[in-house]
């Protein structure tokens, strides 16, 4: 006879819900990238639905593998791209130039960035020499 200890615990989570644990749990890691394993446990899922489900996302583009891990894919990037910041590309083709007038005039890191709600998004950075190392990134909201 099994008792209720012995029948494994069924997780009634979506498919989709499990895909976003595993990219939230991704996310913290930025590019160093992690094992199934290490994801199963961050994502609470089992190592099988964890390996299972990245299959799926890197099929998609949205997770590529690196080494023996995992790390976000070019797509996720590509799609963040397009919520913060519809006609970002045209308007950083247009803005560039006077971006690059305005680092040649102070020599300082100068950023490209819209508003998206209450958040600006970066959507250009051009180092500049003399000032210490400025921690944003493109795509990365402030």
């Not at 029948?7 to 976003?20: F, G, N, Q, T, Y």
């Not at 644990?21 to 964890?50: H, I, M, P």
């Not at 080494?67 to 791209?81: F, P, Q």
């Not at 970002?88 to 890191?109: F, I, M, Q």
């Amino acid at each position: 006879m099994t008792s209720a200890f012995d029948v494994p615990l069924r997780d009634d989570r979506a498919a989709v819900d499990k895909a976003i644990s595993l990219l939230v749990a991704l996310g913290d890691r930025t590019n160093a990238g992690a094992g199934v394993s290490e994801l199963a446990r961050r994502s609470r899922l089992s190592k099988s639905t964890a390996h299972r489900v990245l299959g799926m996302l890197e099929r998609n583009g949205v997770v590529e593998r690196v080494g023996t891990g995992y790390r976000l894919g070019e797509r996720l990037h590509d799609l963040g791209r397009a919520v913060y910041a519809p006609g970002s590309e045209t308007a950083r083709d247009l803005l560039l130039p006077y971006l690059a007038d305005l680092y040649e005039t102070t020599r300082e890191t100068v950023h490209l960035s819209v508003l998206h709600g209450s958040f600006v998004v970066y959507l250009a950075k051009l180092y500049g020499h003399r000032s210490g190392p400025v921690p944003s990134r493109i795509g990365g909201r402030a």
